[in-house]
């Protein structure tokens, strides 16, 4: 394998336990499994979506990798875009700094993550001015990304509140490609926007994809982003992946029953189809209180008796295709087709 194709950024056995304390003396009485034992690459250009239901451990996995939260164990690395590889799990905080710039995090709210005493030019460029660059570099490399981004340069020097949810994550995205990453995890980036916004935020995204060869890994819960943005897709329930493929794959012909309930929820416009939704009866169990075996197994409508006792480990089930489930190779599960 040459320099060029090692994966941007190789995941193993990722964990991130959240200790559960009680009483006065605060005494840990459990642990919250919020990234439980998590493997994955992310190809030179690729965008993984990582999708699964509210508390599945989605942002913690993305704040583990940016290293804004320290992880409980596992591996995590890093390629830079010179070959050089950065050990994301062992660095320590003080060592971080010059891994900022190879990778950054998009989030879900451009309101609250913008400081509203800044003019723009400012929030764009602080990343480089943490880097000791001198201001008129700062001022032309803010304004060259600016327009990239679709920012109109006259008002750079106006504050956030000037702007509305769109241009805001316009600003959100432009600061964060400023150091000309390689990796960025976008939490839920259009999620927080109208609908009308959302499609020109996807394709800025995707375009900038395109110009600067970045790589995703992109949080969401709506399967119509997937549909849009993904190249392989990651399921993930209570902790763990339990479904990982490319989309379209996933899509047609997905191999866990949780992955068919998620895709029977997806509302297609086809007047003949007479299939149902398969409902998803009972919440999503706590990760402080996993059930045994498969986690997904108490809501499983195949559910067998090795489900609730054995853990099902996440298989190839065909090429590029991994499964968690201990009948994934004898079911035959619905998919749906992609647009
Ligand atoms: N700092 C923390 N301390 C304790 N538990 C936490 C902490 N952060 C997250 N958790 C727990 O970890 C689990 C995963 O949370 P996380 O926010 O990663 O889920 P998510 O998939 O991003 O959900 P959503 O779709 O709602 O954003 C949840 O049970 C949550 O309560
Ligand atoms: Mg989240």
């Not at 704040?63 to 992880?71: F, G, L, S, Y």
């Not at 304004?143 to 241009?167: C, I």
């Amino acid at each position: 394998m040459s320099e060029t194709e090692l994966p941007v950024l190789s995941v193993r056995a990722l964990q991130k336990h959240f200790p559960v304390e009680r009483g006065i003396i605060r005494r840990t009485v459990g642990a919250v499994k919020a990234v439980d034992d998590v493997s994955f690459d992310i190809a030179p250009g690729e965008i993984l979506a990582l999708v699964g239901e509210s508390g599945s451990g989605k942002t913690t996995l993305g704040r583990c990798i940016v290293r804004a939260i320290d992880p409980t164990g596992g591996e995590a690395t890093l390629t830079r875009r010179d070959g050089t590889s950065v050990d994301l799990v062992r660095t320590p905080q003080r060592g971080l700094r010059s891994i900022r710039s190879d990778m950054n995090m998009i989030f879900q709210d451009p309101f609250s993550s913008l400081s509203p005493r800044m003019p723009v030019i400012d929030i764009i460029g602080e990343p480089l001015r943490a880097q000791g660059i001198a201001r008129r570099e700062i001022h032309a490399r803010v304004r060259e990304m600016a327009a990239l981004v679709g920012l109109n340069l006259d008002y750079l020097t106006r504050y956030p509140n000037a702007f509305s949810g769109g241009q805001r994550q316009r600003i959100c995205i432009a600061r964060a490609l400023i150091t000309n990453p390689r990796f960025i995890v976008a939490d839920e980036p259009v999620s927080a926007l109208d609908v009308s916004i959302q499609a020109q935020i996807l394709n800025l995204l995707q375009d900038m994809r395109e110009r600067l060869n970045l790589s995703y890994l992109f949080i969401t819960h709506d399967l119509s982003v997937v549909e849009h943005m993904a190249d392989r897709v990651a399921v993930m329930y209570i902790g763990r992946i339990v479904e990982l493929a490319p989309k379209s794959r996933l899509y047609a012909t997905p191999r866990h029953p949780y992955t068919e309930a998620l895709l029977s929820a997806v509302l297609r416009p086809d007047p003949e189809a007479r299939d149902q939704p398969i409902l998803l009866t009972g919440e999503s169990a706590s990760p402080a209180a996993p059930p045994q075996g498969c986690h997904f197994h108490p809501r499983c409508r195949y559910a067998q008796d090795i489900c609730r006792t054995v853990a099902p480990q996440l298989t190839e089930v065909a090429p590029g295709h991994a499964s968690a489930c201990h009948l994934s190779k004898e079911l035959a599960l619905r998919g749906v087709g992609t647009a």
